[in-house]
């Protein structure tokens, strides 16, 4: 493993605390941003704020802390580790995005990568965000090469061009028409969902591990279990429809419309409302099986831990017959929450 060091821009944050003056900041960092969190408590406490430090999960920019910070009396919060997500948030957010200083990393996978190309000409990037001070030499390397690279725009919930994120590929997709393939620099979390929204090959680059990998065999292993569960799901009488209260997970519009859409197939159906969705914490329910509103990883990364199908809004809508399996897979929907596309074809 290499290790990666991130930073941040101390003026930029006592630029903000200057004009915000909040009195109480609460500070919120994934695991392996701890320290960063840290040190910029020392820092602001230098300020004269008061600062408090979450250990909290932070999963990323949909999980603001905003009801732990009104506990505490917080008047904003500072987020470290993702883009922002959310266009509006309750209490003022200033993100810490803890971008990699060093490109060294990623140079040095730029010829696996050029050779794992070989036969591709139109390229499209995406990066994590920890990666995107890198994006424009990465470009460039890959140009030099003889490839020809696109990186789309930002848009939905990707504050940057060229970003990625477990739920939200809009980047990739919007280049889709144009490129040959897909090469995604970050961690298998992130290729992965390349791999499962489009059929363009997607390839994996991981500065911190040094692997380059195509992630199209285990997209199909992925898809091959989704459509088990799907057919499993048809079976379901009694079925559980969970909802998350993170903020940018919250989606208990999507989740009262599919209880009616249940309802009228004759199935029952009930929300189950937490902040933290865990398999341990749904194990004692006897539902038949359960469909996730909230982070969309949840049903392909955690599924394997639990017996019953955790199924996407949008794989109900192929179990209940409103959208074909092949529809599907073409509109790459499988991390698509919204119940407003496709319109069905066959109710
Ligand atoms: S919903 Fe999931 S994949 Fe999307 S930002 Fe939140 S934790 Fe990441």
Not at 275 to 296: K, Q
């Amino acid at each position: 493993m290499v290790i990666l060091s991130v930073e941040f821009d101390s003026l930029e944050i006592l630029d903000w605390l200057r004009k915000l003056r909040p009195r109480r900041v609460l500070i919120q960092s994934p695991l392996g941003l701890r320290g960063l969190a840290e040190q910029i408590c020392s820092l602001i406490s230098g300020e004269g704020v008061d600062a408090f430090i979450s250990s909290s999960p932070t999963w990323g920019g949909c999980d603001i802390a905003v009801e732990e910070a009104k506990r505490v009396g917080a008047e904003a919060i500072i987020h470290i580790g993702h883009a922002p997500f959310l266009p509006h948030t309750e209490l003022p957010v200033f993100y810490v995005e803890a971008r990699y200083k060093d490109y060294k990393p990623l140079e040095s996978l730029i010829e696996p990568i050029a050779k794992a190309l070989t036969g591709y000409r139109k390229v499209g990037v995406g990066m994590s965000v920890q990666w995107l001070n890198h994006m424009t030499q990465f470009m460039e390397d890959l140009a030099a090469r003889g490839f020809s690279v696109v990186a789309g725009g930002p848009g939905g919930h990707l504050a940057h061009r060229g970003q990625v994120l477990g739920c939200d590929y809009s980047s990739l997709k919007t280049i889709e028409p144009i490129v040959d393939c897909y090469i995604v620099v970050g961690s298998v979390f992130h290729a992965l969902g390349a791999a499962l929204i489009s059929k363009k090959p997607t390839l994996m680059a991981d500065p911190h591990t040094q692997k380059v990998e195509w992630m199209d065999e285990r997209a199909k292993r992925i898809l091959a279990t989704r459509y088990y569960l799907i057919q499993r799901f048809k079976e379901a009488r009694r079925i559980a429809i969970l909802v998350s209260r993170k903020p940018g997970q919250y989606m208990m519009g999507l989740a009262q419309k599919l209880k009616n859409i249940l309802n009228e197939d004759g199935r029952e159906a009930n929300i189950i409302v937490s902040d933290e969705i865990t398999m341990e914490n749904i194990a004692d329910f006897t539902y038949d099986a359960y469909i996730n509103t909230a982070c969309p990883r949840l049903s392909i990364e955690d599924q394997a831990r639990f017996s019953k199908p955790l199924l996407l809004p949008m794989e109900v809508m192929v179990a209940l017959g409103r959208i074909t399996w092949e529809e599907f897979l073409d509109k790459g929907l499988i991390l698509n929450l919204s119940l407003t596309v496709p319109q069905p074809t066959n109710l």
